[in-house]
């Protein structure tokens, strides 16, 4: 194959996209859905048409366009013509000739690269199925859980029928040597589960799961994390309503405040999930568990603004989207923690004993609370399984706890 150097000592007037020349007009269209700017769609069509001009030239055709292909052109010493200043390539540049092959991959034009094959057990890929279908667990705790007894299997063997409780352990105890509390406490419910999985299926001896030493965790023995009232409206009145993306970050922190949901629930809410009329919203929790919560007026008002005057017009049924092109959801549910972290800086509130989404939840628990609101009730709004967990919202009523405490032996 003729080195493209050779070929063309001299820079042609302009870059023909060659066959990629359709794909790049759609791709362009593309882009404009998605919100982008005329300047930044042409940045992302030119390094597109680069690509097809280097393909032409080195007489290569789509088909041909891989990984080895890619390689070779983000190393090319450019004579493709045009305009360019430099005869080399910014990594900036090649992460713009990459996306576009995506997007060729998502159209069917080139294969899709393959993701790497995560070598799993056979017996662990089945608990994965089985969380799934019948645990209701989200993907990433199914990943999460099966990263983790991939970690313990060579411990415990592939062999689950030889499996004992001193073996069991014996394992935990001794990733208890090497790890933090917080992750061997992970990795032994997911043991657990695990364990669950396998005596249901006959493959180990039932109760095995109880072998799984506990991991020390004084669980509900601080208290709540909480802002006050005045500071929570603090939070919201800092949003700068003059900016879509204030607007969107006000309706967040009203729903997050007022509703006491999780991050989670903002990430993953639909615009068909708020029923206007019944004046309720859907909220689907933990283990796919789906409630119709009352929609409070300043929330409904928020949710209302944004997406009439901020939320980007776009084909999407989340209903926040980031307030840049593109105008996708959020990559995580970890993006509405930022968010709060964000309110919290321009509130000028530097003493939060958290910072994240959930403080908001506490902070809506123990308002609740405050108001006479019932533990049952709570325990209702913010969808807890076990009464225990609300429980933990009682130590901060403590003009009740006064009433029924007892004097300190020796007092007067």
């Known amino acids: 194959m003729t080195n493209i150097d050779e070929r063309l000592p001299v820079r042609p007037g302009h870059m023909e996209a060659g066959e990629l020349a359709e794909p790049i007009a759609a791709y362009a269209a593309h882009l404009s859905g998605l919100g982008y700017t005329a300047l930044t769609i042409k940045g992302y ?21 891989d990984e080895h292909a890619l390689e070779r ?68 705790t199914i990943a999460r859980h099966i990263r983790m007894v991939s970690r313990l299997l060579p411990a415990l063997g592939v062999d689950p029928d030889a499996y004992d409780a001193s073996r069991v352990r014996a394992v935990i105890l001794n990733e208890g040597t090497r790890c933090s509390a917080a992750y061997v406490k992970t990795m032994a ?11 249901t299926r006959g493959e180990c001896r039932p109760g ?10 004084w669980r509900l023995s601080a208290l709540p994390r909480y802002l006050l ?8 009145e800092g949003c700068d309503l003059s900016l879509s993306r204030g607007i969107r970050d006000r309706a967040i922190l009203i729903l997050l405040s007022r509703l006491g949901l999780r991050a989670h629930d903002i990430w993953a809410m639909e615009i068909d999930h708020v029923d206007w ?22 929330a409904g008002d928020a949710l209302l603004a944004y997406l009439e005057d901020a939320r980007p017009l776009v084909d999407e049924r989340r209903i ?4 840049a092109a593109p105008y996708v959801p959020f990559a995580s549910s970890n993006v509405v923690s930022t968010i709060v972290r964000s309110a919290l800086r321009r509130a000028g509130i530097t003493d939060a004993p958290s910072q994240g989404a959930h403080l908001l939840r506490h902070s809506a628990a123990t308002a609740m609370l405050r108001a006479g609101a019932t533990l049952d009730a709570i325990g209702a709004v913010l969808r807890h399984e076990s009464p225990d967990t609300t429980a933990h919202y009682a130590k901060v009523d403590l003009a009740t706890l006064c009433l029924i405490a007892q004097p300190w032996p020796g007092d007067a």
């Open 45 to 65: 069509t030119d390094s597109a048409r680069h690509l097809g001009a280097w393909l032409a030239l080195s007489g290569l055709t789509i088909s041909a366009l």
């Open 73 to 140: 052109f983000a190393r090319h010493k450019c004579r493709c013509g045009g305009n360019r200043s430099s005869d080399r390539l910014s990594s900036k540049y090649v992460r713009r000739v990459h996306r576009f092959t995506y997007y060729l991959g998502d159209c069917g034009i080139i294969p899709k690269a393959a993701p790497a094959a995560l070598v799993v057990d056979p017996s662990v890929a089945r608990f994965g199925e089985w969380l799934r279908r019948h645990r209701g667990l989200s993907e990433r």
């Open 189 to 199: 419910m997911a043991l657990r589960g695990y364990l669950r999985f396998l005596a």
């Open 208 to 217: 095995l799961d109880h072998a799984v030493p506990p991991t020390p965790d």
């Open 229 to 236: 009232p005045e500071d929570v409206t603090r939070l919201i």
């Open 277 to 298: 009329a019944a004046g309720t919203v859907r909220v689907r929790g933990k283990r796919r568990r789906e409630v119709r919560l009352p929609l409070p007026q300043e």
């Open 320 to 323: 926040f989207l980031r307030s």
